[in-house]
């Protein structure tokens, strides 16, 4: 079993940064890939970014690059999303989750285990 809790999450004007964390608890942090999603209203869930258990692998959505960057930090079970340059369509609720086994970082059904979601909402 696997707890997670994002942070960070507020209002900030276009062109603004953001960086929310993912802190986990519950099994040895290393051992799962991490990702990224959010979901604005009235859409789907997507994919942001994903990040290896070591963090030696990065996964973007190749609208998002250059903007946002993932890390991790084992050794304080935590992981960020780095939001930059932000725009009023970033606004969403972004959630983090982890990944045990084989599949692709870019499927939600890839995912064993969900925070709860932080809001980021961006102003124009």
């Known amino acids: 079993q696997v707890q997670l809790v994002e942070s960070g999450g507020g209002l900030v004007q276009a062109g603004g940064s953001l960086r929310l964390s993912c802190a986990a608890s519950g099994r040895t942090f290393s051992d799962y890939g991490m990702g990224w999603f959010r979901q604005a209203p009235g859409k789907e869930r997507e994919f942001v970014l994903a990040i290896s258990g070591s963090g030696g692998r990065t996964y973007y959505a190749d609208s998002l690059k250059g903007r946002f960057t993932i890390s991790r930090d084992n050794a304080k079970m935590t992981a960020y999303l780095q939001m930059n340059s932000l725009k009023p369509e970033d606004t969403a609720v972004y959630y983090c989750?982890?990944?045990?086994?084989?599949?692709?970082?870019?499927?939600?059904?890839?995912?064993?285990?969900w925070g709860q979601g932080t809001q980021v909402t961006v102003s124009s």
């Open positions: 989750a982890v990944k045990y086994y084989t599949g692709s970082y870019f499927l939600e059904s890839t995912y064993n285990y």
